[in-house]
Nanobody
Framework: QVQLVESGGGLVQSGGSLRLSCAASGRTFSSYAMGWFRQAPGKERSFVAAISWSGNRYYAGSVKGRFTISRDNAKNTVYLQMNSLKPEDTAVYYC????????????????WGQGTQVTVSS
């Protein structure tokens, strides 16, 4: 059974940085695409970033240039480095995994974590 556990969320001031981690278990991590999504209060869940098994990356336009997704296959972990944070980045951030090595900027992912709260104060 695939399990995804996020960590690293918290409260940060506008302009600050946070790094989210997602530890995966239950299958060969390196063979599958991983993604990050977020859901702000009163809004639908939206795509943030994704990375394929080969390292190809996709980003939402709103975070491009500020966020970086990466993966450490030896640690079965995917990261989201978030810099220059803005109040509009406030949301619950979710890690997701696909039953495919190819990443996609849609929400077509098969496994989801419980989420970690990120709050950016102005």
């Amino acid at each position: 059974q695939v399990q995804l556990v996020e960590s690293g969320g918290g409260l940060v001031q506008s302009g600050g940085s946070l790094r989210l981690s997602c530890a995966a278990s239950g299958r060969t991590f390196s063979s599958y695409a991983m993604g990050w999504f977020r859901q702000a209060p009163g809004k639908e869940r939206s795509f943030v970033a994704a990375i394929s098994w080969s390292g190809n990356r996709y980003y939402a336009g709103s975070v491009k240039g500020r966020f970086t997704i990466s993966r450490d296959n030896a640690k079965n972990t995917v990261y989201l480095q978030m810099n220059s944070l803005k109040p509009e980045d406030t949301a619950v951030y979710y890690c997701a995994s696909r039953d495919s090595p190819i990443a996609t900027p849609t929400d077509n992912y098969d496994y989801w974590g419980q989420g970690t709260q990120v709050t950016v104060s102005s």
